[in-house]
């Protein structure tokens, strides 16, 4: 070991390592340029600490010290970077329309807005009339029950703590009013509807924390009314239903109906919980796609609560929205749980101008999501011919047919027919890298050994960023100021 220490190449990185530039030299560059203002002393100070230690790492391994002026450009680089966040807008050109990965549901301008606009003071819970406090609910139920026919509806910050506080709450009566036997709730739900949402999130898991005990009916593909009304005992509380909404079942299935299931609930004194996952307000078969379950058929199919997102189908910021009838939605506003669980001001806001479209009548043009479902093919083929011509039509690139997902669990397997702008190379995972390290980043994907990008997701005024990236990706434009080799291909999660 000893001999290893004081070897003559320890000893010339060593005096390699000596040539670095000092950190207080480094900062003092970075303070020139504003970075410590803008970003704060600590953070700098660990990206210049960064900086050093990673250098002086690849020069006592071998590599030869750069000069001062390499490292100085390196160190304000990376500030540069640091500077704008961790998160970036990026151009969404994968045709998955909810993407996950890519923040789901992207906003109306009018509900940017709303959400700008509610950054200041507002009677979020203040009786403008009276005086006096106010409930923040109303702010969101008003509007969902006139579009949904519930009696009563709640917003919380996302669907599974939708299904969490409903199981809670309704976990600790009977739809009766009368006082349940001792002992944990159960709650019956089918065992071909134990399913595992994006991230490993697995719903068995989430509703277990509401403190019920779950009990499992019928086989994974066939479940029969019968085996729910078997398993109902003395502490069942609920029958649960979960839509499969990111995956689907073929073949020698069965399940019972809601309709049913509600008639055996009024029957037997239990609530009826619907989770939709996804939820809709606006049926999509129109749009050639698999008949989804709107939130208004399953109320009115009669369900004590239906629990749905809405940064998917209904295309707003995150939230968990239950609705349906008015005890147990009582139920859920007087659960401690609420508390922890609510929208804040600006979602608020934003899940209110959401809504406000469907009331308008003007979702499908004005929700980015129902505006990507509904656009016709023949204006995809028009615009990604346009960025064909725009880009002075390179070696290799068409204008070919291709198909688009919904995606963001909603309509599993569901495809739209569109017309992608396909771009050909060496290397399709080196292309699709530069155009990632686009101002602002470009996300395809690939297809068929092409770099692949769909108009269908592309919103109105991206145009320009998207044929900006590709001038500069075709033209094999390096990396960005960081230097990063190209990540793997990401972007086609559905």
């Known amino acids: 070991?000893?001999?290893?220490?004081?070897?003559?190449?320890?000893?010339?990185?060593?005096?390699?390592?000596?040539?670095?530039?000092?950190?207080?030299?480094?900062?003092?560059?970075?303070?020139?340029?504003?970075?410590?203002?803008?970003?704060?002393?600590?953070?700098?100070?660990?990206?210049?600490?960064?900086?050093?230690?990673?250098?002086?790492?690849?020069?006592?391994?071998?590599?030869?010290?750069?000069?001062?002026?390499?490292?100085?450009?390196?160190?304000?680089?990376?500030?540069?970077?640091?500077?704008?966040?961790?998160?970036?807008?990026?151009?969404?050109?994968?045709?998955?329309?909810?993407?996950?990965?890519?923040?789901?549901?992207?906003?109306?301008?009018?509900?940017?807005?709303?959400?700008?606009?509610?950054?200041?003071?507002?009677?979020?819970?203040?009786?403008?009339?009276?005086?006096?406090?106010?409930?923040?609910?109303?702010?969101?139920?008003?509007?969902?029950?006139?579009?949904?026919?519930?009696?009563?509806?709640?917003?919380?910050?996302?669907?599974?703590?939708?299904?969490?506080?409903?199981?809670?709450?309704?976990?600790?009566?009977?739809?009766?009013?009368?006082?349940?036997?001792?002992?944990?709730?159960?709650?019956?739900?089918?065992?071909?509807?134990l399913v595992e949402i994006g991230g490993g999130f697995r719903i068995p898991d989430v509703l277990r924390r509401s403190g019920a005990i779950l009990v499992e009916v019928g086989t994974t593909n066939r479940t029969y009314l019968r085996d729910v009304e078997e398993a109902i005992g003395p502490r069942t509380r609920a029958i649960l239903t979960v839509h499969r909404s990111n995956f689907r079942q073929e073949g020698f299935v069965t399940e019972p109906a809601l309709g049913a299931l509600v008639e055996l609930g009024r029957r037997r004194d239990l609530w009826v919980v619907d989770d939709l996952g996804s939820g809709t307000l606006l049926p999509t078969a129109p749009w050639g796609l698999a008949a989804e379950p709107t939130v208004g058929e399953r109320i009115r199919a009669g369900a004590d609560l239906v629990t749905f997102s809405g940064d998917k189908l209904l295309g707003g910021p995150q939230a968990g929205i239950l609705a349906g009838r008015r005890a147990a939605v009582e139920r859920v506003r007087r659960h401690p749980l609420l508390r922890a669980l609510r929208l804040d001001k600006v979602t608020l806001a934003g899940l209110a101008a959401t809504l406000a479209h469907y009331e308008r009548g003007d979702a499908l043009g004005e929700i980015p999501v129902w505006r990507a479902i509904s656009r016709p093919l023949a204006a995809l083929e028009a615009e990604a011919l346009g960025w064909l011509e725009a880009l002075g039509r390179p070696a290799g690139a068409r204008v070919r047919p291709s198909t688009s997902a919904i995606g963001g669990g909603a309509l599993p397997g569901e495809t739209l027919p569109t017309a992608v702008l396909a771009l050909a190379g060496a290397s399709p995972d080196a292309l699709l890298g530069r155009l990632r390290r686009a101002a602002p980043p470009v996300v395809g994907r690939i297809e068929d050994g092409e770099v692949v990008l769909d108009p269908r997701t592309v919103l109105p005024g991206e145009a320009g960023a998207l044929l900006a990236a590709g001038r500069g990706a075709l033209a094999g434009a390096p990396p960005g100021p960081s230097g990063a080799a190209p990540a793997q291909a990401q972007g086609t999660k559905r």
């Open 1 to 193: 070991m000893a001999d290893a220490e004081n070897s003559p190449e320890r000893a010339r990185g060593a005096a390699e390592a000596r040539r670095l530039p000092r950190g207080d030299a480094l900062l003092a560059a970075a303070d020139r340029e504003g970075f410590v203002a803008r970003l704060g002393h600590a953070p700098v100070m660990a990206l210049v600490r960064a900086e050093l230690d990673a250098r002086r790492d690849a020069i006592l391994a071998g590599a030869p010290c750069p000069p001062a002026g390499e490292i100085e450009a390196a160190l304000l680089a990376r500030l540069a970077e640091a500077g704008g966040g961790t998160l970036h807008r990026v151009v969404n050109a994968t045709g998955v329309v909810i993407h996950t990965n890519l923040g789901r549901a992207p906003l109306s301008a009018a509900t940017v807005a709303a959400m700008a606009a509610a950054a200041g003071y507002l009677d979020l819970e203040y009786d403008l009339g009276a005086g006096a406090r106010g409930d923040r609910t109303r702010h969101a139920e008003e509007a969902l029950v006139r579009l949904t026919g519930a009696e009563a509806a709640v917003a919380v910050n996302n669907g599974a703590a939708a299904v969490l506080l409903a199981l809670a709450a309704l976990g600790e009566a009977l739809p009766s009013g009368g006082a349940p036997p001792d002992g944990p709730p159960e709650v019956i739900v089918s065992r071909g509807q």
